[in-house]
Each structure stands twice: as C-alpha cells, then as structure tokens.
C-alpha cells in the first residue's frame, strides 16, 4: 500500500504531468535507449518511429497517477500489459531501468517542481506497480510453462504450409521443429515471432492466431505492410515474412499470450464480431471456435475491408455453420461500381461502419461486441456501439500495436 503522503503528492503533481506527458514519455524513451540499449529489442521501432508507444506510455502515467488511490480500476490495464511483457520476455531485472529513467525524464521536463518529497513519491508509486505487473507476469510465465505443450522463452517452429489468402495477407501454418506437442490457446491470442535474420536489428512481433484451437498447428496471417517514410521500420518482418519465409523455413515462436479472447464454453448471450482489415485474424479463431463448438447463441461476423482484392478469408467464413456474415467495402472495385452489382456478390453493403447499419445486422441488444482493426474502424465501431447504448462492459477490442483512445 501507499503512504496517504505519497498519494496526496502523486494526485498534487497529475495534471502537471498530464500537461507535459508526451514531452515526458519522449525524454524517457531518448534517456532509455542511449544509457541502455540492451532493452531497444523489446521496443518495436515502427511505434516509435509513429510515435504511437510514447502517446500509449503517456496514457498509461496518466492513467495510473489520476487513479493512485483506486488501483483496482487499472486491473484490467495492467493484465494487458502483463501479457504483452511476457510475450516479448521482459524480465523484473527491467524494471529498475525503466523507473530510473522515466523519473529522470520527469525531473528533465518538470524541473524545478520535482522536488525531493516528488521524487520519493513518485519513486513509491512506480515501485508498486512494478511489483503488481511482476507478480501477475510471473504468473503468466508459470501458466505457459507448466501447460500441457507449453514452453518460456522461444522455440522452433517449421513452416508446414504458407497460403496467399489476398493481395496483401498470407497465413503460415506452424509445426514445431521437435514434433512434440504443442500448447493449446484461447480463441483470440497471439504468438510472438522473432526474426533475427534481417539487414535490421527488430523486435519481435506479435501475431494473433487465426485459425482454432488443437488443429495440429499454429496460424498466422500476415498482412504485407508498407512503411510511411523512407527511414520507417514499418513492413519490414512482414515483407520479411512474405518473401524470404517458404515451406520448410524455421521460426523462433513465443507461447500464446494476450487476454482479448473468447471461451466458448463460457458464452451465455450473442456475441458479433467486428473485423476491420487485418483484424479479421483474432476474430477468425473465435468465430472457428464457436462455430466448432456449437454454441447455443447466435453468432454474428461483419467483416469491413476495402474492397475484393485485399478481402482475405471470405469462402472460410461464409462456410462456418452457426456463424451468420456481413460483409462490408468501403472502396469496390470499379467493375463493382459500375455494375451497380456489390462486386457481384462479393459484399454485402458498401460504405464504413455506422450504428444504422449495426443496428440492421447485429443483435446489439444483449451482445457481447468483440472488434479488432485499424484506429478509425475502432473508433467507428466504439461510437456507434456507444450511440445505439451498449454499455461498456459488453464492448471488447484489441489494438495491433500501442493502446490508443479511441475518443479522437
């Protein structure tokens, strides 16, 4: 527990650290990486390059200094980010580094406003919740270790498959190495890829699995991504993945992690699914899931993509009994347009995302509302979702990359 005088001073100091907050994060980030390079491997570049990590680290401080004195709030918050650490292997010999230089970046921007009673507050407060993360990041590395199949650390897997689902996406299947067996996963998580053979130092990456679970394989789907400027590491282990990787490659793979994910035997009312793009890939394995186990309640996938070309697993999804789709373009080919004809067939409806059109196609009611894709399709689903009253309990999402607000 905190001290009351830490808890006094921390709420004293939030809205001068909320003012400064992104200044701060970048200052912590430079410090970071020029006194400890070793943990630049855990950070991935494309996000800093984006500036996405230091907004989503900013949050985060915000987040935990506005809700000192309720940290049951941030539950939730901290098991996302516990399972995103055990899946890169952060360790607690990290911690220390990080707090050394996030109180470092606080004093550089706030300056003379840090005083001593500040420092040792706020060295109170990160020390906390450095050892609430480190106790349920133990736990995590516990469960995959004694699991039935499962593993710490890396291990290797050979490609057992590799198929061209559209323009830009294809699936791996993964096999491991050894043929013994494998850990099984929840509907939804993901595995961590490490590539140590490209012209660039990288971290790894995190992969939602997109087919079921205990189908004799792992699978991913990769959608081929193209960096925003020249000197972004945007796409690049994706086009790795696409061009150098083929049948037979081997690959360095993390255990399943990630708490965006769905128990089938644990479902008691519908559930949609909300796929924007590449965000199919979680909500695959679940609605595969659900659909193999028969559940009782309907089930119901709308699927958003820009038009027929980069539309990735259509036939698959039309085939899963139980589950009722939508699909959804917002850019038709021109033959589409032309023909007045919805690409003959191959949607449903033309245009984005909208509280009408969830309103026509869901049970939005009494559903539990699982979405994935990029931030404007997250942000169209969150308001929509909000406009028609689904309370924010039944409203469930994952980011690919830094956790984003999804109010702007």
């Not at 915000?62 to 004195?69: E, P």
């Not at 990160?126 to 995959?144: F, H, N, P, S």
């Not at 969830?358 to 929509?384: E, V």
Request: with cysteine.
């Amino acid at each position: 527990m905190l001290s009351e005088q830490t808890v006094s001073i921390i709420k004293q100091i939030t809205p001068a650290v909320a003012e400064h907050a992104e200044t701060i994060t970048r200052r912590f980030y430079e410090r970071m990486f020029a006194a400890n390079p070793e943990v630049k491997v855990y950070f991935n570049q494309a996000h800093q390059h984006s500036g996405g990590q230091q907004r989503a680290l900013a949050g985060a401080v915000c987040a935990y200094f506005t809700h000192i004195d309720n940290l049951a709030v941030l539950t939730p918050a901290v098991n996302l980010i516990a399972h995103k650490h055990c899946s890169l292997g952060v360790q607690p010999e990290h911690y220390p580094i990080v707090g050394k230089h996030l109180l470092a970046a606080i004093q550089d921007v706030m300056g003379d406003a840090v005083t001593d009673e500040v420092v040792k507050a706020v060295a109170e407060a990160y020390g906390l919740l450095a050892d609430v993360c480190i106790g349920r990041e133990k736990e995590i590395y516990t469960d995959q270790q004694t699991s039935p199949g499962g593993w710490n650390g890396y291990r290797d897997f050979v490609v057992a498959r590799k198929e061209r689902e559209s323009d830009v996406v294809t699936s791996f299947y993964l096999q491991p190495a050894d043929g013994k067996p494998f850990a099984t996963f929840i509907p939804g998580q993901y595995i961590t890829v490490r590539i140590d053979r490209t012209s660039t130092p990288t971290s790894p990456r995190n992969y939602s699995l997109s087919d079921q679970p205990d189908v004799g394989h792992y699978r991913i789907s990769v959608k081929r991504e193209t960096g925003l400027a020249t000197d972004s590491p945007d796409g690049l282990i994706s086009s790795y993945l696409h061009d150098e990787v083929a049948v037979g490659s081997s690959l360095a793979i993390g255990p399943p992690c990630g708490d965006f994910a769905i128990d089938p035997t644990q479902v008691t009312r519908p559930v949609v699914l909300l796929a924007g793009g590449i965000g199919i890939t979680p909500l695959l394995s679940m609605a595969k899931a659900l659909s193999s186990a028969g559940v009782s309640h309907a089930v119901h996938l709308v699927q958003a993509a820009r038009n027929s070309s980069v539309h990735a697993f259509a036939n698959e999804i039309r085939g899963l009994s139980n589950v009722q789709s939508k699909f959804l373009y917002d850019a038709p080919l021109d033959s589409g347009l032309e023909t007045g004809d919805l690409e003959t067939g191959k949607c449903d409806a033309v245009g984005t995302i909208s509280a009408d059109l969830l309103r026509d196609w869901t049970p939005y009611q009494d559903a539990d509302f699982y979405f994935c894709g990029p931030k404007p399709f997250m942000g169209a689903c969150c308001q929509s979702l909000k406009q028609l009253g689904v309370a924010n309990e039944r409203m469930h999402c994952e980011f690919f990359g830094p956790q984003q607000d999804l109010t702007n």
